[in-house]
């Protein structure tokens, strides 16, 4: 019998669809090495295939879960795919899955402790679990000075980070009549292209962010960093942030922290560190080397939405002093004052972000690291880098192939030797097979190819026979 539309979805329905999706889905995970995994969609095609208008009257939920299949499928880059080695993953779990599912079953809008009091306290205490984990400073948990909060991106959190240290530096003045045109941020130019969006949108202006050089390792040079700052003094400007990355975008290059963070302490700079993929090594204690000198830091960042486990979107943002992020960007209007905000006893997420509302997705992350404890998840990071090891060696030990960067995690990067247009023209051949999806960067201004080892079900033979497949298309270019 046909449902009527007119009505809602009955508890009854929502139970059957919601089996056939969570059924489509482990079906999905199942067949997923047989799609592209670049999807080979031309520009258009999907909006061509789409009714020009919305549907008048309501429609089957099996004929939209048919339309998922036949129409979207094809337009997919399969990002859960164990042949995605492109950017740097945003890999996934079914705990994570489940997860998300259920925050979207409660609908919760976490902006006040007071609107859904377990939204904001799970996110707390399971933040406060993530220092442990981490081994990050002490002070970053609630109980002291500091705190965590889950943003939506590492771009977010790189904002609030600038935000609260534009207020410090300019005693909340900038609040009140704008910024001045004075302030000054520093950053490698390794970092990633948002903190130079920050910069914009925090009214710091983009001529006002210095890009410091890197060493031979792609790592930010102190030395350059307190020249340029102490240049910037004499010249009457005000340096106020760096930026520090714990595992660039191009290169996983990681700048010297302690180094980074002695500067800053000594010119009173706040100190944000990004660590949106690499963060997520510190897990294991032989990664945690790169964490020396981060007791400087004022904020930090990393994603599990990269390399935890953890669906899109969840970055985890932690401050030292909390008081100074709540004061930059706290404004109450009288619809939203309550009785356990005025106790000071609580919370309201929505001061530590840009936007009021705010999804549970603490629900995600609290599974996963349920799921598979601290021991499965450090075993996971393992295997990744020691998959990128094994990959880089055979690089290395292939006459077409030259490693390019140093190997310090889970990526590689590599370049045919008979240069960029050979490099470039292999990129373009691999993603058209559809076989595997890598992407590029360009070092020392040569294209480079990156290979990212990060998804959740890549395990070796899908590394060794993207090794076979690069191998054989670099020798089938060759004879070309
Ligand atoms: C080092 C680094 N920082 C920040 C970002 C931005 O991440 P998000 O998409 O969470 O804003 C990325 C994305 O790849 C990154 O590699």
């Known amino acids: 019998m046909s449902e009527n539309h007119t009505f809602h979805m009955t508890p009854e329905e929502f139970r059957r669809h919601g089996r056939a999706v ?43 879960l048919d339309d998922v299949a036949r129409l979207i499928l094809p337009g997919i880059t399969h990002w859960q795919s164990p042949n995605f080695f492109a950017y740097f993953p945003a890999n996934s779990s079914g705990p994570a899955v489940l997860g998300e599912l259920l925050a979207a079953g409660l609908g919760v809008q976490g902006m006040l402790w007071a609107t859904s009091p377990a939204c904001t306290e799970l996110e ?7 220092v442990d984990m981490l081994a990050l400073p002490p002070t970053f948990k609630s109980s002291g000075p500091g705190g965590g909060v889950i943003q939506d991106s590492a771009s977010s959190a790189a904002l609030c980070a600038l935000l609260a240290a534009r207020e410090r530096a ?27 969006k920050a910069v914009k949108i925090a009214g710091i202006g983009r001529d006002n962010l210095r890009l410091i050089e890197v060493d031979e390792r792609f ?26 990355t714990l595992g660039t975008t191009s290169s996983n290059g990681i700048d010297p922290l302690g180094e980074i963070g002695a500067i800053c302490r000594a010119e009173n700079l706040w100190l944000h560190v990004d660590a949106a993929m690499a963060g997520t090594a510190a897990l294991c204690p032989e990664h945690r080397a790169m964490h020396e000198g981060i007791e400087h830091a004022d904020s930090y960042c990393f994603n599990p939405h990269k390399w935890m486990f953890t669906n899109f979107d969840c970055d985890c943002f932690y401050v030292a002093d909390r008081s100074t992020l709540i004061d930059a960007l706290s404004v109450l209007p009288e619809y939203l004052k309550n009785k356990s905000t005025e106790s000071g006893a609580v919370f309201d997420y929505r001061d530590w ?43 290395e030990d292939s006459p077409r192939f030259e490693v390019v960067a140093p190997v310090p995690l889970n990526l590689v990067c590599f370049r045919h030797v008979g240069g960029d247009t050979t490099t470039e023209r292999l990129l373009e051949r691999l993603n058209a097979s559809g076989r595997l999806y890598l992407t590029h960067t360009r070092l020392n201004d040569r294209y480079t ?22 191998e054989e298309t670099a020798i089938a270019l060759e004879s070309a």
């Not at 005693?171 to 990633?192: E, I, M, T």
């Not at 102190?222 to 760096?242: H, M, N, S, Y």
């Not at 190819?449 to 690069?470: F, K, N, S």
């Open 353 to 395: 972000q840009v936007p009021l509302g705010r999804r549970f997705r603490a629900l995600k992350l609290w599974f996963v690291i349920r799921h598979y404890g601290v021991d499965g998840l450090r075993h996971h990071v393992r295997r990744h880098v020691e998959l990128a090891r094994r990959f880089a060696r055979w690089v």
């Open 22 to 64: 969570v059924d489509w889905i482990a079906d999905y995970y199942e067949r997923i090495e047989s799609f592209p995994v670049l999807s080979q969609a031309r520009p258009g095609e999907l909006r061509a295939a789409l009714p020009a208008a919305a549907p008048q009257h309501g429609e089957s939920f099996d004929a939209m």
């Open 124 to 130: 707390t205490h399971v933040l406060d679990w993530m």
């Open 449 to 470: 190819l990156r290979m990212c080892i990060g998804q959740t079900y890549t395990e070796e033979r899908h590394v060794r026979a993207a090794w076979d497949l690069i």
């Open 219 to 244: 790592a930010l040079r102190p030395e350059l960093l307190r020249q340029t700052i102490a240049q910037d003094r004499k010249e009457g400007r005000v340096p106020f942030f760096v930026a520090a």
């Open 170 to 196: 300019t005693s909340f003045v900038s609040n009140r009549r704008g910024c001045s045109g004075d302030l000054v941020a520093y950053c490698s130019n390794q970092a990633h292209s948002s903190i130079e």
